[in-house]
């Protein structure tokens, strides 16, 4: 056996587990293109130094948590409006918990108890609407009021009344964290700031995205499309369709919980405009432009969507993005990612037919 | 004792009721153009916000280009239909039978919408002034344009009633949004329907940002601030436009007005979103959902 082909089994052995009906990008033309945008976000701040990194890292951050939509919405089909209700409430928590206790500890906990109370927050509002007979549209909106509330909640808090130990709420006026994404334990620790902090996310995002592959790949995520696809049926076969939407509803707000976290970190300060309705909306567009049944074009639309508007600098950036939304709806109702495979895969079929005399190369796609 | 405190208690009576005319008044209206859009078509717009928007813009500036302010509200009302018009043949007839993506999309516009304002006309407009005074009830008022606002409400849901049960049009719309195919077979033009439908709904989220414009500050963000209201009344009130709309104004509308008495009108408003929560929970096809399963079982014991 020649070098050549163990180190082809060994890429298949790994491969394995992430690829699948669920997922489009099953090729290796995809896998190399997935390694190379990986590759070209690694080196980004060592090209452009680390300040360059501040925006790119923010960009990031709200594609893991378009990514908790686009798990549940594209996989299990409940259109959430409430992402930015968990990654909001796992902001808060963490700032309040490491003011309170502004030493390592403080951090490590921060981080495990934000995340730990927007998963719960999630598989509350989860139980109540799903083990309530809430479905469809009803879902959407009532996420969306959720969200809404806690916006008209956190905006009144102004008050000195609305503080939790040290921690002042502030109202409008948001929260200053101070502190950095740091795990440790007392006065030993470390701490991510800086480029750090951008690699944190970034790999916090690369591993998201494997994971869920795996799992919409596994039993677990043939229930949830069978779920999406038709409900009475799937329950027919004995599935508890209730459970596996809350499961999933639960996870996407883990996910939310987590990207929350990295944001309050990012810019050491959150406030309630994270729980207005541009902001819960902006998740849904960027699954609904990039493929919302895949995470590669969740990611992608969300970074460049972010990237575009930062180049237009204002004025005419939500003209630009509405209207994109708008013409992308109309004219590709599954999004961007589909089209591109689809484009990939006729380019293939094509070479392939013209030079059927040699090594004809395998289609090839490189969308999701 | 009982000289003083009996009409103390009937002012106090008097206040939450004119409390509840005012929130009834701003939730039916802010609520009828999206209530017949959503329950006629099955299309959440949420631009809805954004026809309020054209409403409240259309007068203002008409106004302050010399219109007297009835003749500037119909300007607003024209312009709001002929912006909902093309919108309909553009992008919404796109999207009847696809409810998240026209959630989605019609999102899309009022992006637009609000930006385009806001580079056209800036941040601010001139205020509309219209001073009609107050009623005084002991110690304390209620203006008189907010109660009028109520009763134009009323009137709206009654002409729309008339409309939809009267008139050919409401006939040939309702044929067409329960039975498209079979209203096409009796020579119905389905597709005209599905437009002047929409169009009624611009029309009417139009006259309600219109009439708002003297008792609002009138900027770009103005439809956001009616949207969650009207979202919310939607959702209570169920797919039923007339009934729903009402009965939804109404429900909220006490609990406004029972909660701004009690803690202020962040209290109400916080409220108003909690009870739509518990509501959409409890009965997920609004209260004219719950009465027509009432009704069903009714019908079944007889």
Known sequence: ?368 | MSTDTIPDAVYVVLRIFFEFTHSFGLLVLATVGLAVIFGMMGIINLAHGEFILIGAYGTTLSFHAGLPLPLAMVTGVAVTTVVGLILERTVIRHLYDRLLDSMVATFGLSLVIIQLTRILFGNTTNNVSLSMGSISYGPYSSGTYRILLAVIALVVLAVLYWVFTRTKFGLRARATMQDAETARAMGVNTDRMYMLTFGLGAALAGLTGALFTPAFTVDPEIGSEFLVESFVTVVVGGPSVLIGTSLGGALLGTIDAMFTWIGGSFLGEIMILIAAIIAIRIMPEGITGLLEDWRQKRREDE
């Open chain 1, 1 to 368: 056996m020649s070098v050549k082909s163990s180190i082809g089994v060994l890429a298949n052995r790994l491969r394995e587990p992430f690829e699948g009906p669920n997922t489009i990008g099953n090729t290796n033309g995809f896998w190399i293109g997935f390694l190379l945008t990986v590759l070209l976000f690694a080196i980004y701040p060592i090209l452009f130094g680390p300040y360059a990194a501040l925006n790119p890292a923010q960009f990031l951050v709200f594609a893991l948590l378009a990514v908790s939509l686009t798990f549940i919405w594209g996989f299990c089909g409940i259109l959430s409006f409430g992402q930015v209700a968990f990654f909001g409430v796992a902001g808060y928590t963490f700032g309040i918990v490491t003011i309170n206790i502004p030493t390592y500890t403080g951090a490590t906990l921060g981080i495990i108890i934000a995340v730990a109370v927007a998963t719960a927050f999630a598989a509350v509002i989860g139980y109540f609407m799903f083990y309530g007979g809430v479905r469809d549209v009803y879902v959407t909106i009532l996420t969306l009021v959720v969200a809404l509330v806690l916006h008209t909640f956190m905006e009144q808090t102004a008050g000195s009344q609305w503080t939790i130990g040290e921690a002042h709420l502030g109202g409008y006026n948001g929260m200053n964290v101070p502190q950095d994404l740091a795990v440790g334990f007392g006065e030993t620790g470390v701490a991510f700031d800086g480029v750090a902090h951008y690699y944190v996310v970034l790999f916090t995002l690369v591993v998201t995205y494997l994971l869920l592959r795996a799992v919409v790949n596994s039993r677990f995520g043939y229930a949830m499309v069978a779920t999406r696809e038709d409900e009475a049926r799937t329950e027919m076969f004995g599935y508890n369709t209730t459970f596996i939407k809350l499961a999933a509803f639960t996870v996407g707000g883990a996910i939310a919980g987590i990207s929350g976290v990295l944001f309050v970190t990012w810019g050491a300060y959150i406030n309630p405009s994270q729980f207005e309705l541009v902001a819960a909306t902006m998740p849904v567009i960027y699954a609904s432009i990039g493929g919302r049944k895949s995470f590669a074009g969740t990611i992608l639309a969300a970074v460049a969507i972010q990237y575009l508007e930062l180049q237009l600098t204002g004025e005419w950036a939500f003209v630009i993005v509405g209207s994109l939304l708008v013409l992308i709806i109309l004219t590709m109702p599954d999004g961007i990612a589909p089209r591109v495979r689809n484009l990939v895969l006729a380019v293939g079929e094509w070479r392939s037919n013209r030079d059927r005399s040699g090594q004809s190369p395998p289609a090839e796609e490189v969308s999701d």
